[in-house]
């Protein structure tokens, strides 16, 4: 309970100035997240939508003596804001990943993503997003980064959504093998400004 409280105070003081925010956990995994519209900021034209993204993801083990493994991600994502006639819409981003986990090693990334959109109606949504680096674009004691969300949005007011959704977080070190930072069924909400 107290993991939840202390997020909805982080998430809480994100507010000024974001186009959404988010909050989701599960049984040992708390995300918040955030995205702030540079459009009208930096008068962008219309034919995309640019967003600065910041997310925060902790992660333990019940019954474990590690220490919580913490993913720290800020990036910017194109998004189109045009939706087809079949409720498609797409958008590419980049984002640079801090990894923490109880290891000595020391891991930062800058995968690149691909977001999907498919509007089934106006009250509900399916989202999937991939992120990959490779060795190239792993630094530190890091090797490769992978990342794969999806979720089903469900608007119960004008400006806020539920959802359930499923992601997948690897990161490899050069020595220490692979890192599954989460693989796990979430649960959470998200407030659009």
């Known amino acids: 309970m107290k993991k939840i409280i202390a997020g909805s105070l982080i998430a809480s003081s994100l507010l000024w100035g974001s186009n959404s925010i988010e909050l989701n956990i599960n049984n040992n995994t708390l995300e918040l997240g955030a995205d702030y519209s540079l459009n009208s900021s930096y008068m962008l034209n219309d034919d995309s939508n640019y967003f600065l993204t910041v997310k925060y ?67 509900l949504s399916i989202e999937t997003q991939v992120g990959y680096a490779p060795k190239i674009l792993t630094f530190l004691d890091g090797n490769t980064y992978k990342d794969a969300m999806l979720k089903v949005n469900y608007r119960i007011i004008d400006n806020g959504y539920v959802y359930v959704g499923g992601r997948k977080i690897k990161t490899e070190y050069e020595d220490i093998g692979t890192i599954e930072y989460d693989d796990s069924v979430f649960f959470g909400y998200k407030i659009t400004f």
């Open 57 to 123: 993801l902790g992660s333990e083990e019940e019954n474990s003596n590690k220490s919580t493994q913490r993913l720290l991600s800020v990036g910017l994502k194109v998004i189109n804001p045009y939706i087809d006639d079949h409720g498609f819409s797409l958008g590419l981003g980049m984002k640079t990943v801090v990894a923490d986990n109880y290891s000595s090693e020391s891991f930062i990334a800058t995968p690149l993503e691909l977001f999907a959109t498919y509007n089934v109606n106006e009250q």
